[in-house]
């Protein structure tokens, strides 16, 4: 099989419909925050996705989500396809209580993209305990851009998980600069480590889910690491 092909079926693959056969998909409340809720026959974990933006996405009472265009938001299904039971709240929610509330699923990977690891680290803050944490095209340094960002809101590193960076090489959003990568990795004393990714195509402005912020083409690339991170 050809480069190309492969390709191109590891993107099919992360953009499967969210109603794939043997996947239930409900609309959850956690503490009156509504999520979606996506359930394989047998989970072997679970994976919480904090959307970036403001994190309102339209979840509807049956599961569905009006907002897809968020690269967590619209590879859900992926995730659900590779066997764990997958939530996607509002951004409001409460970190805690949807980490208690998956928890019955198998161990917890929390997952937030751009905005959304600015509310995982809050709600790591508040005493959310996830198993595992996953920042994508994060506020991770000062040299991310941003002076509201994952060091800043946990404090120490003794409050990471195990965790994984995944970025875009050429990320150009000036809020998530590839710059403040490294200084984050140096802060966590060993917890955390990175998963460079290049390639794709960035379309329109630089923090939107159609730029290399937003992993634009190579979904497949993120969804594999996350789900090889959280399954282990």
């Known amino acids: 099989m050809t480069r190309i092909a492969i390709a191109l079926l590891t993107t099919l693959a992360a953009l499967e419909p969210a109603n794939a056969v043997g996947i239930k998909v409900t609309g959850v409340r956690v503490e009156g925050t509504m999520a979606a809720l996506l359930t394989p026959d047998k ?29 967590l938001v619209r590879t ?3 995730y659900a396809g590779r066997g764990f039971a ?12 949807a980490v208690k ?4 699923f198998g161990p917890v990977t929390l997952v937030g993209t751009s905005r959304g690891t600015q509310r995982a680290a809050c ?29 800043s809101i946990l404090g120490s590193p003794s409050r990471l998980p195990p965790t994984l960076v995944i970025h ?13 990568v ?3 990795i140096a802060w966590s004393k060993g917890k955390a480590r990175v998963g460079w ?36």
């Open 101 to 104: 509330m998956t928890r019955k």
């Open 86 to 97: 997958v939530l996607v709240p509002k951004g409001n929610v409460n970190v805690a209580a």
């Open 43 to 71: 989970p072997r974990g679970a994976i919480i996705l904090m959307a970036g933006g403001n994190g309102r996405i339209g979840v509807r009472s049956n599961g569905t989500i009006k907002k897809q265009r968020n690269q």
């Open 76 to 78: 859900r299904a992926a």
């Open 168 to 180: 875009h090489r050429n990320d150009q959003c000036k809020r998530t600069r590839p710059a403040g």
């Open 197 to 232: 990714l290049t390639g794709g195509k960035s379309k329109g402005r630089f923090c939107k889910p159609r730029s290399h912020h937003g992993f634009n083409g190579i979904d497949g690339a993120v969804v594999s690491a996350v789900s090889g991170f959280a399954a282990r």
């Open 123 to 151: 709600g790591i803050a508040a005493g959310a305990r996830p198993a595992r944490l996953v920042l994508t095209a994060g506020f991770l340094s000062n040299a991310s851009g941003d002076t509201d960002n994952v060091i």
């Open 182 to 184: 490294d200084p984050f």
